[in-house]
């Protein structure tokens, strides 16, 4: 048992050492601009282009004049991570959040290139994850599909005659995929008590655990947190029907989580967290024994859910840091 221990932590901090090391890519010099009153919140206007070069040699840039608001991030989740203009994340939800309204490129590589824009800028890698598992599952999704439209084509006659006709041209054009819908009250309940669970698991874990369900611990590679984003979100959106938690895995309270501030499973802060046994997580009917409310994580919750607390706690304000 003590060598399979040794053999574990030697692998997490090798796999600390080689994030580490590994080029995530180069954002330009700001961003520079101004804040201005937006609706339903504020937005901020680049006063120069910002650009970010990927790990691939791919440059994504964002020209002046460009106004972002951090929507790209979804904002159910920001009583819990933080506003989108706070922390290292500043730079990389700029980026994000132009090509989320543009959708030049796919969803996959642009949410992929928050991931790099975020451990580019000195993100820690349980919550660059945590940010990055976010934004696929609840975040814009969309598809670049062949579509057929038709331009005018003109030319001249040797009298002076112009003849037009409609050219058929094949270009890419984004269709929108929607999931989650997080306007409506369930849904958005549990992706905050599943996103709080993914959170904590990614913390207490180093970064190199992300869930838990029926089948053990699921790892944290991209491969791996891509797919189960999508598991997650068809699950969430398949609410009120048979089977609909049957792969929601584990949930957590996320009424305590504020400022970005996320607790580990373990209730000593001191120690490492220890990951939560799916199969000691028992259902949550939402009550005790003596009738108040079970808070005790981890649970699965299986029943109705307090709507209101939802409502109760505000957007943080916007604060730009350099």
Request: proline fraction near 7%; charge should be negative; include cysteine.
């Amino acid at each position: 048992m003590r060598r399979k221990f040794i053999l574990s932590t030697f692998a997490i901090f090798a796999a600390q050492i080689v994030v580490a090391d590994t080029y995530w890519g180069k954002f330009s010099d700001g961003p520079h601009g101004t804040f201005h009153d937006g609706d339903p919140w504020q937005e901020f206007e680049l006063a120069n282009p910002f650009y970010f070069d990927d790990p691939n040699g791919l440059r994504w840039e964002v020209p002046a004049q460009t106004r972002v608001n951090g929507a790209s991030i979804p904002p159910t989740f920001w009583s819990l991570i933080g506003g989108p203009f706070t922390g290292k994340y500043l730079k990389a939800s700029v980026i994000h959040d132009y090509f989320v309204v543009t959708r030049e490129r796919t969803a996959h590589d642009t949410h992929r290139n928050f991931y790099y824009g975020m451990l580019a800028n000195g993100v820690s890698l349980w919550r660059a994850k945590a940010m990055y598992w976010a934004v696929s599952t609840f975040g814009a999704d969309w598809e670049l599909r062949p579509t057929v439209t038709y331009r005018s084509s003109c030319t001249g006659d040797v009298l002076g005659m112009t003849k037009c006709s409609a050219v058929p041209v094949i270009d890419m054009q984004p269709v929108s995929v929607t999931i989650v819908d997080l306007s409506e009250p369930e849904q958005a309940q549990l992706a905050l008590a599943k996103f709080a669970a993914v959170a904590r698991t990614l913390k207490s874990s180093d970064g190199t655990i992300l869930d838990v369900n029926a089948s053990g611990p699921v790892p944290a590679d991209l491969a791996t947190l891509e797919l189960n984003a999508r598991v997650i979100g068809e699950a969430i959106a398949q609410w009120g029907t048979p089977g609909e938690l049957n792969n929601i895995g584990i949930l957590s309270d996320w009424a305590t989580f504020t400022g970005g501030e996320v607790m580990t499973w373990s209730p000593d802060a001191t120690k490492s967290g220890t990951i939560p046994d799916f199969r000691e997580a028992m259902p949550y009917d939402g009550l005790m024994s003596d009738g108040l409310p079970d808070a005790s994580p981890p649970f699965v919750v299986t029943d109705k859910f307090q709507l209101q607390s939802l409502t109760e706690r505000p957007l943080p304000s916007f604060r730009l840091e350099r």
